[in-house]
């Protein structure tokens, strides 16, 4: 049994490939599951430690490599991504942003390059809007249900109705279902609306077998027009006053989730460069600690004094911190404002150098005044 390779198919790793052993004394021990490569210098020194079996030495190796990549076949991945379409309207021409069947094909074609499985949306009308995107044969469409109302017209163009802006996802069946897995439609997310403001939509993502707690996924689109800048003490701006209070409240949900023991995911549109050196809105939620908070007319939620306590799960971690945005408004400042927040242990399937933004191939002008962003996950349950 001297070989210097070995070519197999796996059932407990079906994409395995190739498993090069070179020489007796494993110098060199090679693995590619498809999901990801490594030296198995570890798996090396693990073997030596090993009490005598009756097993062949090198079929002893080749099952610990095999623990190792079923380990990462059980794991999902997910393509994640979210998108502010800018006054997605249901009808032709309708809304602040009126668009043309041309329009709505040219969104289609950048959907399809997204290569997503669940996508946050933020400022859709209704289902209808997202359905001239997203085909319901094959996507779940699922919209925050904030009752309509009379938005008044549009700011530059008086002529036009605004249409309702909501968040909400779209959710590739098909491939959740080749995943293992399968979601759940949980209670929008209405307070942080503050009652004239967008809610945010949620779901639950868990394995279809019913085995793990499952990972809540947020849409998010806070308030405009504080996209940096101080936000402790005084306050000017009715803007900025105004995503102090979401911040509270989404914090309190922050908090609520992890002491629970859920994983989580914040998509969408923040208004707010989070990724800028020491924002005032991300170092608040990104404290390490959790608190029994308590209703406030400032701060929207303020923390009970004498509750603050570390827990290590709201560490968060911002999935495109220190990469420069490349569709800044303002050039001199590169930062984001749409972004994908999870805790710290979600945050640990991140897939190294998979975080995206797409741009529109030259379509002028640009199809909304957002790029989609995405990022690929490997989900762990508790």
């Known amino acids: 049994m001297d070989f210097k390779s070995l070519h197999f198919q796996s059932v407990a790793c079906p994409r395995m490939r190739t498993l090069v052993l070179q020489t007796m004394d494993f110098q060199s021990i090679v693995v590619d599951c498809g999901l990801f490569s490594f030296d198995l210098g570890a798996v090396r020194y693990s073997y030596r430690k090993m009490p005598k079996l009756f097993l062949p030495k090198r079929l002893i190796l080749l099952l610990l490599l095999l623990a190792a990549c079923s380990v990462a076949a059980e794991s999902p991945t997910l393509r994640l991504a979210t998108w502010n379409l800018e006054h997605l309207a249901a009808d032709v021409g309708a809304g602040c942003r009126p668009r043309s069947e041309a329009d709505y094909a040219r969104l289609r074609r950048h959907a399809q390059r997204?290569?997503?499985?669940?996508?946050?949306?933020?400022?859709?009308?209704?289902?209808?809007?997202?359905?001239?995107?997203?085909?319901?044969?094959?996507?779940?469409?699922?919209?925050?249900?904030?009752?309509?109302?009379?938005?008044?017209?549009?700011?530059?163009?008086?002529?036009?109705?605004?249409?309702?802006?909501?968040?909400?996802?779209?959710?590739?069946?098909?491939?959740?279902?080749?995943?293992?897995?399968?979601?759940?439609?949980?209670?929008?997310?209405?307070?942080?609306?503050?009652?004239?403001?967008?809610?945010?939509?949620?779901?639950?993502?868990?394995?279809?077998?019913?085995?793990?707690?499952?990972?809540q996924l947020l849409a998010v689109h806070l308030k405009a027009g504080c996209?940096?800048?101080?936000?402790?003490?005084?306050?000017?701006?009715?803007?900025?006053?105004?995503?102090?209070?979401?911040?509270?409240?989404?914090?309190?949900?922050?908090?609520?989730?992890?002491?629970?023991?859920?994983?989580?995911?914040?998509?969408?549109?923040?208004?707010?460069?989070?990724?800028?050196?020491?924002?005032?809105?991300?170092a608040a939620i990104d404290d390490g600690t959790v608190c029994t908070w308590i209703p406030d007319s400032r701060l929207g939620r303020r923390c009970r004094p004498h509750t603050s306590r570390p827990h290590p799960t709201t560490d968060l971690v911002l999935a495109n911190a220190g990469r420069p945005f490349p569709f800044p408004a303002n050039p001199r400042y590169p930062y984001a404002i749409d972004h994908i927040v999870m805790d710290a242990v979600t945050a640990q399937g991140i897939v190294p150098e998979s975080y995206t933004v797409l741009d529109y191939q030259g379509d002028h002008p640009a199809l909304s005044d957002h790029h989609p962003v995405a990022i690929s996950l490997r989900l762990t349950y508790r």
């Open 114 to 215: 997204l290569h997503a499985d669940l996508i946050a949306l933020q400022e859709v009308e209704d289902r209808a809007a997202v359905a001239r995107l997203f085909d319901p044969n094959i996507y779940a469409i699922e919209i925050a249900r904030q009752p309509d109302r009379n938005l008044g017209p549009c700011r530059r163009q008086r002529e036009q109705a605004r249409t309702m802006q909501r968040t909400g996802f779209a959710i590739n069946r098909a491939r959740l279902t080749k995943l293992g897995l399968s979601y759940r439609r949980l209670p929008d997310f209405a307070a942080i609306g503050l009652g004239s403001q967008r809610w945010a939509t949620r779901i639950l993502i868990e394995p279809a077998a019913g085995t793990g707690a499952g990972i």
């Open 227 to 282: 996209a940096y800048g101080r936000l402790d003490g005084k306050i000017d701006r009715d803007q900025c006053r105004l995503l102090v209070r979401q911040r509270g409240i989404l914090e309190e949900w922050i908090d609520a989730s992890v002491s629970a023991g859920e994983g989580l995911v914040v998509l969408g549109d923040f208004n707010r460069q989070l990724d800028q050196p020491r924002d005032d809105f991300w």
